[in-house]
């Protein structure tokens, strides 16, 4: 049997430059978010109503073209609160991010939660519950990104 081998190990980072074609249907979903307009897409087999819009029902297979203008409030399905930063963070920690259901919709968009106070995880914990209801809080200037909303915060 082999001994043990130590290793020495070359920390790097390599970068990537890349572009990504959103397609008919994504350009029209972040088009949206200039108007401060959340579209989603209704399966008409299914029935289902999924945000983001997609091109496809991942369910029935088939191409999905009703693309329908949805809620910005909905319920947090479930959270996520990130206190360390590591590599292409959407934003500098302490926030949350969660999987959010609109209301009339079937299928969870994920985004932040804040518009409260992050720096007491403990007051995190008791503040923050599945069900809670959000609402989309907009940047004041939209670039048609998906941070054009800036958390989603709770209603009151
Ligand atoms: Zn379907």
């Known amino acids: ?34 108007k401060e307009k959340i579209y ?12 983001p819009a997609r091109s496809y029902c991942p369910r029935c297979f088939i191409e999905v073209e009703d693309v329908i203008e949805v809620s910005q409030e909905g ?9 360390y930063e590591y590599f292409g963070m959407p934003t500098k920690p302490p926030f949350i991010s969660a999987l959010i259901r ?12 804040g ?11 008791k503040t923050v519950k599945t069900g809670m209801k959000v609402k989309a809080v907009w940047k004041e200037e939209k670039t048609g990104h998906i941070l054009d ?7 009151k």
Not at 75 to 83: D, F, G, K, R
Not at 102 to 113: K, Y
Not at 149 to 155: D, G, L, N, S
């Open 102 to 113: 609109l209301d009339g919709t079937d299928a969870e968009f994920v985004h932040l939660v």
């Open 1 to 34: 049997m082999a001994e043990k081998q130590d290793f020495y190990i070359l920390e790097d980072e390599v970068s990537i430059p890349y572009q990504n074609a959103y397609g008919p249907t994504w350009t029209r979903f972040f088009e949206g978010f200039k």
């Open 40 to 51: 989603g897409s209704r399966c008409l087999k299914c029935n289902r109503v999924l945000v």
């Open 115 to 125: 518009g409260i106070d992050l720096s007491d995880p403990e007051y995190v914990r």
């Open 149 to 155: 909303i800036k958390y989603f915060a709770p209603v």
């Open 75 to 83: 319920a947090i399905v479930s959270w996520c609160l990130t206190e």
